[in-house]
């Protein structure tokens, strides 16, 4: 290298054909250097856990994501983890609502939000009540969106004396809205019940008239893409296509999303989203409740694609 440099001294200088020969090994120092490979830029990524969850469910999730889309900036939202995933919803919300703002306001360019079952009711209502909010895509992981009603070993074990049939009686009180299931138990038997009692689900839905509801559906609006994702072997969401925002009838008969008076309604945005192309369904069988942010396949088809 040195003798180079000393070489490209004599270079626009009239020199002897020979010498030439001897100089074009140097020319690379002559050329421009080429530019550096560009890096594509990924959104950062919030991810809100579930019930009895914490931040460590989601180690390989993490792992896909950093694999797939290297430089990603990924936060999995430490909050409610455990036991304290019980607390009512709207405290929750407040919670996780202070922890995204200082992402989302680093982050001009837009978020993507990967919320996963009880979390993806946390995170729905967040792009209701933020007028700010900057989500690319809300991808919804294996959420009761249109509310539970099912016997689940959660249930079992919070309250143990009780079943389906008359939860109701518990979740519709003031006491039992204290409990985050209760927030969202929507019982199809007892749907006056549900409407008057509902502290969370109902207001976000839009099913219950309140003060906020033109505001929280022009904020919701905002989201550039709803993906849904679920499947019939999760054991735990039930109906499963509660995931996809279908829910039970009178007659326990499931009414798929289209057929749900707050689609028809379009009390919150869904038809609205649906006409301008931005809800995504992924159905995927084969999966229980529990393996949906560690499952592969499932995030290299419905997850990754939405990752820009």
Known sequence: MKSCRSMLGLWGQRLPAAWVLLLLPCLPLLLPAAPAPHRASYK???????????????????????????GT???????????????????????????????????PQGVHLICYSQGGLVCRALLSVMHDHNVDSFISLSSPQMGQYG?????????????RSNLYRICYS????????????HDPHHDDLYLNASSFLALINGERDHPNATEWRKNFLRVGHLVLI????????????SSFFGFYDANETV??????????????????????????????????????????????????????
Not at 73 to 93: K, N
Not at 174 to 185: A, D, K, R, T, V
């Open 44 to 70: 950062p990524v919030i991810v809100v856990h579930g019930l009895f969850d914490s931040s460590y469910s989601f180690r390989h999730l993490l792992e896909y994501i950093n694999e797939t889309h290297p």
């Open 73 to 107: 900036v990924v936060t999995v939202l430490d909050l409610f983890d455990g036991r304290e995933s019980l607390r009512p919803l709207w405290e929750q919300v407040q919670g996780f609502r202070e922890a995204v703002v200082p992402i989302m306001a680093k982050a």
């Open 151 to 163: 016997d689940t070993d959660y249930l079992k074990w919070l309250f143990p004396t009780s079943m």
């Open 174 to 185: 003031p006491w039992g809205q204290e409990f985050s299931i209760c927030n969202y138990w």
């Open 230 to 241: 679920g499947g019939p072997d999760d054991g735990v969401i039930t109906p499963w296509q």
């Open 255 to 308: 009414l798929e999303m289209e057929e749900q008076l707050v689609y028809l309604r379009d009390s919150f945005g869904l038809k609205t989203l649906l006409a301008r192309g931005a809800i995504v369904r992924c159905p995927m069988a084969g999966i229980s409740h529990t393996a949906w942010h560690s499952n592969r396949t499932l995030y290299e088809t419905c997850i990754e694609p939405w990752l820009s």
